[in-house]
């Protein structure tokens, strides 16, 4: 508390509590200028006065204090959680008050909460009312087929025991509840398949291939529907692996024929190339040949640096001929062993 007073002389300043001298514990600073109090809840709501006196004559402020704490308040209750039977409860609600009016509850941080203890509330016996079980499983998975539940009259007393009652004395309340309904109406479906197409290709190994059939998801009488309708089902192959002599094939090579020189960097050889069959050993298509790499059917051959005066052997001087034939090809410029 502030006395703002000035004089000269310098006033000697006096604090007094309801009149009375200070007897609680306190501090005074600027000259007697500030009051600090210590601790306020040693006080009650009164009136403190500052008395500055000096030569000249004497001056008094009183001014008053009114001390107001942050406080819970449990004078509200929840609704209670039943309306019979013996399980009702109402919890306290905790307020921060301030004066009598309600504040946020942080103001109450540091306040201790009080202990709240729920209180029971509408302990009594309940109306007559139906009871219901779980409904059963469904007697068919598709098709229609019913499920069932029990439906009893009972009460439930303030005790918490349940007494049957006649069903008179629940159908004065509401409408029975039904015992039993439909259930799985969906049409039964299933996946159905056509009859394998022949195993005669493509070839994917030795007497190995692949074969298709059409897959189509149908009800129970036959009537196809959308696949969707079968997403549920194990889904049936479409395609498998088969044995089938018309895969019974392999890549049949000549031997190499001479090579066209014996050096430089033109000599060349070939052979042929066939796919055959095992059994019959007679040419087939050669897409039938396809599962396994096709051997190569010529090849460089004899590449070594050919030393001066190196002759063309009989053979290679006779495919020189026919390359040369009605033309003429100089040795310098020549693109084979030639």
């Not at 001014?63 to 449990?74: F, H």
């Not at 799985?184 to 996946?191: F, H, K, L």
């Not at 692949?210 to 889904?235: N, W």
């Amino acid at each position: 508390l502030g006395c703002a007073v000035d004089g000269h002389p310098t006033p000697n300043i006096t604090w007094l509590y309801s009149g009375e001298p200070l007897s609680l514990r306190h501090r005074l600073l600027a000259a007697g200028q500030i009051l600090h109090i210590l601790n306020v809840s040693d006080f009650t709501d009164g009136e403190f006065s500052c008395l500055a006196q000096n030569e000249a004559g004497s001056l008094t402020q009183v001014m008053s204090l009114a001390i107001q704490e942050y406080q819970w308040s449990v004078d509200k209750l929840t609704a209670c959680s039943a309306s019979c039977g013996h399980r009702g409860l109402q919890l306290p609600q905790l307020r921060c008050l301030l004066d009598g009016a309600e504040v946020n509850a942080s103001y109450c941080g540091e306040t201790p909460k009080p202990s709240l203890q729920p209180i029971a509330c509408n302990r009594r016996d309940c109306p007559s009312r139906w009871m219901v079980t779980s409904w059963s499983p469904c007697t068919r998975s598709c098709g229609g087929g019913i499920q069932m539940r029990r439906v009893t009259c009972q009460r439930l007393t303030a005790k918490g025991s349940s007494v049957p009652m006649s069903n008179e004395a629940c159908a004065q309340v509401s409408k029975r509840p039904v015992d039993t309904q439909n259930c799985n109406r969906q049409p039964c479906v299933e996946w159905a398949a056509s009859s394998w197409s022949q195993c005669n290709g493509p070839c994917i190994g030795p007497r190995l291939a692949v074969q298709h059939r059409q897959i189509f998801c149908q009800t129970k009488d036959g009537t196809s529907v959308s696949s969707d309708q079968c997403s549920s089902l194990p889904r049936p192959l479409s395609t498998q692996s088969c044995w089938t002599d018309v895969c019974g094939v392999h890549w049949r090579v000549s031997l190499w024929t001479v090579c066209t020189a014996t050096c430089g960097n033109y000599g060349f050889q070939s052979r042929r190339v066939d796919c055959v069959h095992i059994r019959t050993n007679k040419p087939v298509m050669e897409h039938h040949c396809s599962w396994r790499p096709r051997p190569a059917n010529w090849q460089r051959c004899n590449i070594t640096p050919c030393e001066n005066g190196t002759l063309l052997r009989g053979g290679e001087a006779e495919w020189c001929r026919s390359r040369k034939k009605g033309r003429v090809i100089s040795q310098k410029h020549s693109t084979g062993p030639c």
